[in-house]
Antibody, heavy 123, light 106 residues
Framework: QVTLKESGPVLVKPTETLTLTCTVS??????????VSWIRQPPGKALEWLAH???????SSNTSLKSRLTISKDTSKSQVVLTMTNLDPMDTATYYC???????????????WGQGTVVTVSS | SYELTQPPSVSVSPGQTASITCSGD??????VYWYQQKPGQSPVLVIF???KRPSGIPERFSGSNSGNTATLTISGTQAMDEADYYC?????????FGGGTKLTVL
C-alpha cells in the first residue's frame, strides 16, 4: 500500500523558516517512474503547486515562490523535505505532498496524496 | 505564466450529466488531469492524460481535451459526486492548477 505522510510544525511565526517532511512508504524515491511534489491550499482557496523532485534529483519550484523554497530528498529515509523561508500569514494553508507517477512518456499525474498538514503563520 | 480557468460553480440534478470546463491557451496540446476534493479530504485523481480513468474511478467520469478547452463530464451524477474539482496541467516542467469548480448536486 502506497502512503505519504506530511509532518512539521503546526504554528510558525512570521519571518521564520518552515520545514516540512514527507515520509513515503510502498514505493521507493529511487524509482525512475516516481517523484514527489508539495502542494498547498489556503483555507477556502484553490490548490497551489509549490515544488517537486524526481528520482534523478531533477527539481522545479513555483516561480512566484522560487527564492523562498528548497526541496530535497533522502532516499534512504524515504523522505522529501521542503523548506520555505520568510513565512508570512498568507502562507497559512494545508500543505500536501503527493506522488508523481510517470504513467507513460509525457504523462505525470499526482496519483496518491498525503492527508495534509495544517500550518498556521501567526505571531 | 500559464493559466487555467474554471467556472467557480456548476449545479446539476441527480442522474443528469455534469460538465466542468477548464480553459487555457492551446490546452489541447497539453495533457490535462482532474482531481476531486471533498470537504476535509485530500484531492483524488479522477482523470489523467485527458481521458483516462485510474483504477477504482467509476465509469461515469470521463474527460476530453481539444483546442483551448478540457472538459470533465460526469454522467448520471450522484449525490456523492458533490465536491470541488480541479484541472491541472504541466507547462515547461512546472505545474499549473485551475481555480477549482464547486459541483453542487441538487
Amino acid at each position: 500500500q502506497v502512503t505519504l505522510k506530511e509532518s512539521g510544525p503546526v504554528l510558525v511565526k512570521p519571518t521564520e523558516t518552515l520545514t516540512l517532511t514527507c515520509t513515503v512508504s510502498g514505493f521507493s524515491l529511487s524509482n525512475a517512474r516516481m517523484g514527489v511534489s508539495w502542494i498547498r491550499q489556503p483555507p477556502g482557496k484553490a490548490l497551489e503547486w509549490l515544488a517537486h523532485i524526481f528520482s534523478n534529483d531533477e527539481k522545479s519550484s513555483n516561480t512566484s515562490l522560487k527564492s523562498r523554497l528548497t526541496i530535497s530528498k533522502d532516499t534512504s529515509k524515504s523522505q522529501v523535505v521542503l523548506t520555505m523561508t520568510n513565512l508570512d500569514p498568507m502562507d497559512t494553508a494545508t500543505y500536501y505532498c503527493a506522488r508523481i507517477n510517470h504513467f507513460v512518456v509525457g504523462v505525470y499525474a499526482f496519483d496518491i496524496w498525503g492527508q495534509g498538514t495544517v500550518v498556521t503563520v501567526s505571531s | 505564466s500559464y493559466e487555467l480557468t474554471q467556472p467557480p460553480s456548476v449545479s446539476v440534478s441527480p442522474g443528469q450529466t455534469a460538465s466542468i470546463t477548464c480553459s487555457g491557451d492551446k490546452l489541447g496540446d497539453k495533457y490535462v488531469y482532474w482531481y476531486q476534493q471533498k470537504p476535509g479530504q485530500s484531492p483524488v485523481l479522477v482523470i489523467f492524460q485527458d481521458d483516462k480513468r485510474p483504477s477504482g474511478i467509476p465509469e461515469r467520469f470521463s474527460g476530453s481535451n481539444s483546442g483551448n478547452t478540457a472538459t470533465l463530464t460526469i454522467s448520471g451524477t450522484q449525490a456523492m459526486d458533490e465536491a470541488d474539482y480541479y484541472c491541472q496541467t504541466w507547462d515547461s516542467r512546472t505545474v499549473v492548477f485551475g481555480g477549482g469548480t464547486k459541483l453542487t448536486v441538487l
